[in-house]
Structures are given as structure tokens and as C-alpha cells.
């Protein structure tokens, strides 16, 4: 009996994910702010998700490296260099990178590993527009242990489609 209600319960809820994140990105493509995207976007995804920690890093060519623009929980404030692991995991697979399905391919497996274990990342996805990598959105794992879902993972993907480009315009 509970696992049937469970199921019910926690399929409802992915059922409202999907339209939470429709009307999010309508919001985010109306504001012009990349500050106030980021926040939304941390806030919206903390909330909705159940998780302790997200993240959004915006690229800064000035000083070339990714700017932590919004976090929610106990984020460490530091930013990302354009040589970072995962920035060239990014570039070089255009996809996320999930911590426990890590590319035996990279030739910076150990630095990527240490770096998504160290700030506890579960997931991470690029913001690209065309070839162009504008930022990073982070989640940890769900306060409920929960893995994310592949269905989950594809609607968070399109997600941060429209979210690169709200940050592009």
C-alpha cells in the first residue's frame, strides 16, 4: 500500500515539475537582469527539487573564468576557471555531466571526479547558445536521496536551453 501511494504521490509531483519549469522559463525570459535570472533560477530549482545546494556560474570574459552568480545552500564561493575540468568536459561533450556517470574518456577524469565530489554535484548542465558556453547550473543530490530521473534530466536539460538563452539576450 505504500509503495503504490508513494508512486502516486511522487509521480504527481513530476507531473507538476514540468509545468513549475514551463512557467519558470516563461518568467526568466522576461527579465533582463542576469543577476535576477540566476537568483530566480536558484531559488525556483531549490525549492522544487528538494535539494540543499544549486548553483549557477555566468562566464565572465573579463577575467576569464565562470562567476558563481547565484547559489542556495552552502555553495563555495569560488569561481571557475576556463581550464576547469568540467569546462572542457562541457566542450568536449556538449552534455551534462553527472557524477556517477562519468566519460571514461576524459583525460581529466581524476580532476573532474575530485571536483564534483568535492562540492558535492550531482548533476551538472551547460549553458550553451550555439557554440558559445555562457554558464553552468549545478544541483546536488535530492534532500531525499532520490537519483534524478531520465525523464527528469531531459526536462532540465530544455530547461537550461531557454535559460543560456535568457542569459545570451
Known sequence: FLVR????FLFQKHLDYRNILETLTNRILAVSSVDQIADMTVTAFSDLLRINNCCVWIKDAEHNSFVLKAA???AKQTDLSLSS??????????APVYR???PNDSEHLDALTFLLN?????VCFPLFVQDNLLG???LVQKKS???YLNKEIR???NFCGGLAMSISN
Open 5 to 8: 501511494w508513494t508512486d502516486r
Open 72 to 74: 542556495r545552500g552552502d
Open 85 to 94: 575540468p568540467l569546462i572542457k568536459c562541457f566542450h568536449n561533450r556538449r
Open 100 to 102: 556517477d556517470d562519468l
Open 118 to 122: 568535492e562540492r558535492h554535484f550531482e
Open 136 to 138: 553552468i547550473h549545478s
Open 145 to 147: 536521496h532520490a537519483f
Open 155 to 157: 526536462i532540465l536539460k
